[in-house]
């Protein structure tokens, strides 16, 4: 009954895990906005969801230690065991989202930002806010430079089957 009381006593409390959770959505959702700003399959409520998911499974994960950890004597819990089990779930889920014609392969990006989003919920409901804004940042400042590139670099070899097909 202690292990209740205290639970529910945390449970009113205790806003930093509801933090977690708000800060969770609201990175899901420029993560989504992101994609859906390019049209992609997977957008605002996607990555809003599995930011969220992830990092409600990980507060779960983690407090659960706290509340039923003392139960019984000589047990031992893993407060990121469930989160070992978002990475599998992420991977299937990002796995539905590739598909293949020929020799031509989409949503893999997708793919990857599910789990990328995955990761950020993790963090995030872990309580690791600075590094995770600090990897969103990055990623971001990259995935710019990268688009960048690839665009340049598609143009040049546009221009250069323009030039072959022109002779």
Same mark, same amino acid.
């Given at each position: 009954? %202690?292990?209740?009381?205290?639970?529910?006593?945390?449970?009113?409390?205790?806003?930093?895990?509801?933090?977690?959770?708000?800060?969770?959505?609201?990175?899901?959702?420029?993560?989504?906005? @992101?994609?859906?700003?390019?049209? /992609?399959?997977?957008?605002?409520?996607?990555?809003?969801?599995?930011?969220?998911?992830?990092?409600? =499974?990980?507060?779960?994960?983690?407090?659960?230690?706290?509340?039923?950890? %003392? &139960?019984?004597?000589?047990?031992?819990? @893993?407060?990121?065991?469930?989160?070992? %089990?978002?990475?599998?779930? &992420?991977?299937?889920?990002?796995?539905?989202?590739?598909?293949?014609?020929?020799?031509?392969? /989409?949503?893999?990006?997708? *793919? *990857?930002? =599910?789990?990328?989003? !995955?990761?950020?919920?993790?963090?995030?409901?872990?309580?690791?806010?600075?590094?995770?804004?600090?990897?969103? =940042?990055?990623?971001?400042?990259?995935?710019?430079? !990268?688009?960048?590139?690839?665009?340049?670099?598609?143009?040049?070899? %546009? *221009?250069? @089957?323009?030039? @072959?097909?022109?002779?």
């Amino acid at each position: 009954m %202690q292990h209740i009381m205290s639970f529910l006593s945390g449970f009113f409390f205790d806003y930093e895990i509801y933090f977690r959770v708000f800060i969770s959505a609201f990175l899901g959702l420029l993560i989504g906005f @992101d994609r859906t700003h390019k049209n /992609k399959p997977a957008g605002v409520k996607t990555y809003t969801f599995v930011t969220v998911a992830s990092a409600l =499974i990980t507060i779960i994960s983690i407090e659960s230690v706290g509340v039923y950890g %003392q &139960l019984y004597d000589n047990t031992m819990m @893993d407060p990121m065991r469930l989160t070992a %089990q978002i990475v599998s779930g &992420l991977g299937f889920l990002g796995a539905g989202l590739i598909m293949k014609t020929g020799f031509e392969v /989409k949503g893999l990006t997708s *793919a *990857a930002m =599910i789990l990328f989003a !995955g990761g950020v919920g993790i963090g995030i409901g872990a309580g690791f806010y600075g590094i995770v804004i600090f990897t969103i =940042i990055t990623a971001f400042f990259f995935i710019r430079l !990268g688009g960048w590139i690839e665009k340049r670099e598609h143009d040049k070899a %546009q *221009a250069k @089957d323009d030039i @072959d097909l022109s002779l």
